[in-house]
């Protein structure tokens, strides 16, 4: 089993930024692939950034691109997501996922609130 913490979330001003953290434990060893998804009232879960765990490749979505950086400290277990130039349309509750197999995501976490407004 993997657990995953996320932080750092809360109110920003639109063109703001903002430092999403999640701190895994347990068997981190088995971690192939980790990510961030989010999601917004009334609206469907949305993948925003991942990245592999060992060869740190990373994969955007579309309306995140240019603007959030995802990156980690294998040492300190931790992800972290960077995000600049935030919009309101970026509000929404942010998910750190660990993925065991390059086909999915097996943990997840509790989730942070961002919201972006004046």
């Known amino acids: 089993q ?3 913490v996320e932080s750092g979330g809360g109110l920003v001003q639109p063109g703001g930024s ?3 953290s999640c701190a895994a434990s347990g068997r981190t060893d088995s971690i192939v ?3 961030w998804f989010r999601q ?3 609206k469907e879960r ?3 950034a991942a990245i592999d765990w060992r060869g740190g490749r990373t994969y ?3 309306s995140v691109r240019g603007r959030f950086l995802i990156f980690r400290d294998n040492d ?3 992800l972290y997501l960077q995000m600049n130039t935030l919009k309101p349309e970026d509000t929404g509750v942010y998910y750190c996922a660990a993925a065991r197999r390059y086909s999915g995501y097996d943990y997840w976490g509790q989730g942070t609130q961002v919201t972006v407004s004046s």
Do not use: H, I, S, W
């Open 33 to 35: 692939r980790m990510g």
């Open 2 to 4: 993997v657990q995953l």
């Open 18 to 20: 903002l430092r999403l």
């Open 60 to 62: 955007y979505g579309d």
């Open 46 to 48: 949305e993948f925003v």
């Open 76 to 78: 300190k277990n931790t």
């Open 40 to 42: 917004a009232p009334a």
